[in-house]
């Protein structure tokens, strides 16, 4: 290695050591819609709205597995490096429905990926020193393995009878894991290193030690996820070890993009920790916030879950069903609150109220567009000549005072139907299926797309989540400035 190599590697390796994080670190989320993905707007919905439809349901699998179903063109990113000798560049989905950090590793085989990946276009993936690798009776492998016990996970790893009866096994390694999507999968094994998030005015936020999962095969997924669930092995759950005053608190807001192109390159500010003095009436202190409390799943523990009172449509309030309200011993009921999601999914009583709710008010004084609702699996569509009067909506959550008022454009998508050359606008929530259908998992999804134009803050020291309105493409300009 060069003299300038090494100088340049050993100041990547200690400069964020050495740096205090007093109150706030701020990091880029972007936005991952291509305009060469879609060739169509109808096209973009219709693929983002199954994949909405297929993460949730895939949350209700009987199994204990993390359902990703990352969707292209609808999820939002980070850019971290990993090693440190020198560090090498990964971007990963950020993701509130999953616990754990993996990404692809060099040698890599993606199955059934054509069209999403492409070696020889490709950022060149990571490659891990296999000293890295995690021991079979770590807490991690226990808790990649879905809780299975230390002795049975040494076992699979060949350690010795009476290496395992005396806990001696930790030069064995912690097997491979395998995680599901709804529409893909992959395997992976446990591995630590450093790992670095830059910021856009400290150093590089640096975790040394940090556990991930490096997958060299997968099916249908070529880019990796940083789980920011409620986990042993979530991205804030370790950033808690490292830096204790950034683990307990984070929050994002997501700039209101309505899927234009220009908007969605804006970077979405992602805030870890809680405001100091300084940075007081810029956005996660508490002010405007409404919270909610967190409710405790006890089959998918990861899950940030509150519960829904009602909806309310103009001026009509539609009661939330019991199961919105609460979560069960079986994990069934309540609202995840999920930045992987796109679109929000409701049971099928809930949704079908909205619906009538739009039908009176919208469907009375505009043309029903059936064609559209078939291409983008949306709906009620509506076509319109000029303005389309829409109903005020507001989401209510179990709590005194905790009711979140959508502005228009996160529940009603308004474009140009192309065939036909006339204005059309959709209901931009879904039907998740009746309540039958839903055992063993949420009842309901918040989708990133309604939480657009707020800050949402997920205060774990409080168990509770928090919504505030904020303009987030000026939120991103303040937090920089201070």
């Known amino acids: 290695m060069a003299s300038s190599d090494f100088f340049l590697c050993f100041v990547l390796c200690f400069s964020g050591l050495s740096v205090s994080f007093s109150d706030i670190v701020l990091l880029p989320l972007t936005h991952s819609l291509s305009k060469t993905q879609f060739n169509s707007t109808h096209h973009l919905l219709k693929s983002t709205s199954a994949r909405s439809a297929t993460r949730f349901h895939g949350h209700h699998q009987r199994r204990r597995q993390d359902y990703l179903t990352l969707s292209l063109g609808s999820d939002y990113t980070l850019s971290f490096t990993v090693g440190s000798c020198p560090p090498q560049p990964i971007s990963l989905f950020m993701d509130t429905g999953s616990d754990l950090i993996w990404f692809p590793c060099s040698p890599f085989e993606c199955i059934l990926c054509e069209g999403k990946y492409n070696p020889s276009t490709t950022t060149p993936l990571p490659k891990i020193h296999k000293n890295a690798t995690v021991s079979c009776n770590s807490p991690a492998c226990s808790a990649a393995h879905s809780s299975l016990s230390s002795s049975d996970l040494c076992a699979i790893s060949r350690c010795p009878l009476e290496s395992i009866e005396t806990s001696d096994c930790s030069s064995f390694n912690c097997p491979p894991f395998y995680y599901a999507y709804g529409d893909g999968s992959l395997i992976a094994r446990l591995y630590k290193d450093s790992l670095s998030a830059p910021t856009p005015v400290h150093p590089p936020l640096l975790l040394p030690n940090f556990t991930f999962g490096c997958a060299h095969t997968t099916l249908g997924e070529p880019i990796g996820v940083a789980g920011f669930g409620r986990g042993l092995l979530s991205l804030p759950a370790q950033l808690a070890s490292f830096y204790p005053q950034l683990g307990n608190q984070f929050s994002y807001c997501l700039v209101s993009h309505s899927f234009d192109h220009d908007r969605v390159r804006l970077p979405s500010p992602l805030i870890l920790g809680r ?40 001026k009509n309030t539609i009661p939330a069903p019991e199961t919105l309200k609460r979560v069960n011993r079986r994990g069934n009921g309540g609202v995840v609150v999920d930045s992987g999601t796109t679109f929000t999914m409701l049971p099928a009583s809930l949704y079908d109220a909205v619906v009538t709710q739009f039908e009176h008010r919208v469907g009375r004084m505009n043309e029903r567009a059936i064609e ?43 474009f140009l139907d192309g065939g036909k050359k006339r204005k059309v606008g959709c209901l931009m929530l879904m039907n998740g299926g009746d309540e039958e259908e839903l055992s063993g998992g949420p009842g309901a999804t918040l989708g990133n797309y309604q939480q657009q134009g707020f800050e949402v803050v997920y205060d774990l020291e409080m168990r509770r989540v928090g919504f505030a309105r904020r303009h987030c493409a000026s939120l991103w300009d303040r937090l920089n400035r201070s």
């Not at 389309?388 to 998508?413: I, K």
């Open 372 to 414: 559209v609702e078939g291409k983008t699996g949306l709906g009620p569509c509506y076509y319109y000549d000029e303005v389309v009067n829409v109903p005020a909506m507001a989401l209510h959550f179990v709590g005194n005072g905790s009711s979140v008022v959508l502005p228009r454009r996160n529940y009603f998508y308004e």
């Open 275 to 314: 405001y100091g003095k300084k940075e007081k009436g810029l956005g996660n202190d508490g002010a405007g916030f409404v919270y909610t409390s967190m409710l405790e799943n006890p089959k998918h523990p990861y899950f940030y879950c509150v519960g829904l009172e009602a909806i309310s449509v103009g």
